[in-house]
């Protein structure tokens, strides 16, 4: 169910990611709206869902970037999975959790999505440069967008799954 939503979502986050937000670049750094959009649902969903939109909006990604398809769920993917592990219900209470998750999961999936680049394919990075004037601002940004993705997908995961009522 959360698919058809998904879907649609991630792809208009892949294009806004691809077409608008280069032009507003920012210290080199812009908001990586497909990852946190992957961080987010996992981050609320209980099950595997997260998952499912970290392949899905991998494969988005890569079609748009001109890097072999698949390197980007390849990375995206297990980062959900490690998000998913986590309690929902900790992050409605705490505002700084969020953040560093934010953070720490666009810190992995950039140096991740380098390291495939590096070794996968074979293309040479130049990896302070990167780090540094990519990743950093990145990082920055997506720790800002993070907190109002997750307030207008919160009730929106709440309407997709409805809470079991126990007697």
């Known amino acids: 169910m959360s698919l058809q939503i998904g879907i649609p979502l991630l792809l208009a986050a892949t294009l806004l990611q691809a077409v608008v937000l280069p032009h507003l670049r920012m210290y080199g750094g812009q908001p990586d709206l497909v990852v946190v959009l992957v961080l987010a649902w996992a981050t609320l969903d209980h099950e595997q869902e997260g998952m499912v939109w970290a392949f899905i909006g991998g494969l988005c990604l890569d079609l748009l970037s001109g890097v072999p398809l698949g390197i980007s769920s390849l990375v ?6 490690l998000v998913s592990l986590t309690e929902a219900r900790v992050y409605r209470t705490n505002v700084l ?17 380098l390291l495939a ?8 990075v130049a990896w302070l440069q990167i780090l540094w004037y990519v ?9 800002i967008v993070i907190l109002p993705i997750l307030w207008m997908l919160r009730p ?6 409805p809470g ?3 007697i």
């Open 76 to 81: 995206l993917v297990p980062i959900a999975y």
């Open 117 to 124: 680049i590096r070794f996968l394919v074979g293309m040479s």
């Open 164 to 166: 079991r009522m126990r």
């Open 135 to 143: 990743t950093l601002p990145s990082l920055l940004f997506d720790m």
């Open 97 to 113: 959790l969020p953040l560093l998750l934010a953070g720490g999961g666009t810190l992995v999936y950039h140096v991740g999505y």
């Open 156 to 161: 929106l995961y709440a309407k997709l799954h």
